[in-house]
């Protein structure tokens, strides 16, 4: 339904996963990265919308279940579009959605090796979070926050090694 916006939260999924407190628990790191290389290397090969095997496609839920998850992400949307709009689109446009593939395709492929401490990913999930809402509401400002935070992480994770 989302076309090729459907990119942007099935980042956001991931994302949410690995900032939450949840990205302590042996595994999630893993999953992280798996759940971000599926989805980016769908990217990469230029689907314009995400694949999904037939037995999901043909899951369901009850109507009532479905009114109330709409009705909540309603209210986080309003929240949400105060702070985003289609911005800088030359970040989420041609190459750039490209770059952003490779940029979490690589996020994906680190974090299995951040398993062995707890709660390293959680940076990792904030720039995918703010990746997932960049691409979906085509704002290239969350873009480059998302690029500069991680080299933020980067570094970091650099000065603590060394």
């Not at 990217?43 to 369901?60: C, Y």
């Not at 800088?88 to 979490?104: D, P, Q, R, Y």
């Amino acid at each position: 339904a989302l076309g090729d916006r459907s990119f942007g939260p099935l980042l956001l999924l991931p994302g949410l996963i690995a900032f939450s407190p949840l990205s302590g628990i042996p595994g999630i790191a893993t999953l992280f990265g798996v759940m971000l290389v599926l989805v980016s290397a769908q990217l990469l090969v230029g689907r314009k919308h995400f694949w999904l095997p037939e037995i999901v496609l043909r899951r369901s839920i009850s109507r009532k279940r479905f009114e109330q998850v709409i009705s909540f992400f309603r209210r986080v949307a309003k929240v949400i579009d105060r702070l985003v709009a289609p911005r800088l689109s030359f970040f989420v446009n041609g190459i750039a959605t490209w770059l952003i593939a490779c940029f979490c395709l690589l996020i994906g492929l680190i974090a299995p090796f951040m398993e062995v401490l707890p709660f390293v990913t959680t940076g990792l999930g904030l720039v995918v979070t703010i990746l997932g809402f960049g691409l979906l509401a085509r704002d290239g400002v969350l873009i480059l926050t998302a690029i500069l935070l991680f080299s933020g992480i980067m570094a970091a994770g650099i000065l603590i090694a060394v």
